[in-house]
């Protein structure tokens, strides 16, 4: 009525009431009356908003990958944004233009940039592989920007949601994959057998290390069995050549005392022999009849003994001599 109006806002909107050129009154959620013809409004979502996005970039091999994602920010001085961009609404709160879709592209903009200059250094594998690496440039290089400063945009996050390539090329790298892991999975296969063997190398190492240790064990064994029984047999020697040692020692005093025995016995004899000799020398000369009749023997059978001497010694002077077999009987019986 008359150009007055009145209007009302949420309380994550942001309002400036400039009035003949000035602001008349700002703030959160206002509601007012105000007079149309020397009024403008403007208003300014505080909200965070999340912006998806879609790029199509080239790689260093020149393969194009599709990165799909989305940035999430919100405006935390809704001056410096109202300097920059029109955020002005009619009398029913309709913004006059579409200056949200700006702000949009323009951060867009920027989150392709700091992509571009990324993925354009890396290979197809790897830009596929570096979802987190592409998410920290965007961020990076939106936080960094002196257009979002200027516009008083606060950067809540980037997220990455998918990093593709052509169907084609996907099933290429698919089959190269697909190849690469049959070929792991043999040489897997290769390994294990490999390994087997060579376990099995080590066992048989083993247990022909164990059997010569075995060898050389009952080697020693033997060889000091062997020395034992040299020892033994040096002993033995050792023994047996001390006990000939003795015996000869032995034989060696007993022929000493045998010879000394022998000595003795002959001086003995000779001494016996002198003895005789010189007890018997006054005999020597004596005649035997003498000697005969000092015995003091003078019977029959030795005077017939004699005799029979006598005639024995003259048996040249002798022509026939007679002898009775009773003489001699009677002279054998007595």
Do not use: C
């Not at 240790?213 to 033994?232: F, G, L, S």
């Amino acid at each position: 009525m008359f150009g007055f109006t009145h209007i009302k806002f949420d309380s994550m909107t942001y309002v400036l009431h400039f009035k003949n050129g000035k602001i008349a009154r700002e703030g959160r959620g206002l509601s007012f009356f105000y007079f149309a013809p020397n009024s403008s409004i403007v208003a300014i979502p505080l909200g965070s908003n999340d912006l998806p996005f879609i790029f199509n970039e080239n790689t260093n091999d020149y393969q194009t990958v599709k990165i799909q994602g989305q940035i999430s920010y919100k405006v935390t001085d809704p001056k410096a944004l109202s300097n920059t961009l029109d955020f002005t609404v009619d009398g029913e709160g309709v913004y006059k233009k579409n200056d949200i879709e700006k702000l949009n592209q323009r951060i867009i903009n920027l989150a392709q940039t700091a992509t571009s200059s990324f993925v354009h250094n890396l290979s197809l594998k790897e830009a596929i592989r570096s979802a987190k690496q592409i998410e920290d440039h965007i961020l990076k290089g939106l936080i960094d920007s002196e257009s979002i400063k200027s516009m008083g945009i606060e950067i809540l996050g980037a997220n990455i949601l998918a990093v593709q390539t052509t169907p084609e090329m996907a099933r290429a790298l698919e089959t190269e994959t697909r190849e690469k892991l049959q070929q792991q999975a043999d040489e897997a296969i290769y390994e294990r057998r490999n390994f087997a063997v060579e376990q099995e190398r080590k066992i048989k190492e083993s247990e022909l290390n164990t059997e010569i240790a075995v060898e050389e064990k009952q080697k020693q064994i033997e060889e000091k069995r062997m020395e034992t029984e040299v020892q033994q047999e040096e002993n033995n020697r050792i023994l047996r050549e001390m006990k000939i040692a003795a015996d000869i020692s032995v034989e060696n005093q007993r022929k000493k005392l045998i010879e000394q025995k022998t000595e003795n016995d002959r001086k003995e004899a000779e001494t016996q022999g002198y003895i005789l000799e010189t007890s018997l020398k006054p005999y020597k000369e004596i005649d035997w009849k003498v000697l005969t009749a000092l015995s003091g023997r003078q019977d029959a059978r030795n005077n017939i003994a004699l005799a029979f001497r006598e005639l024995a010694e003259n048996a040249g002077k002798i022509g026939n001599l007679n002898i009775s077999p009773d003489l001699l009987d009677s002279i054998l019986k007595k």
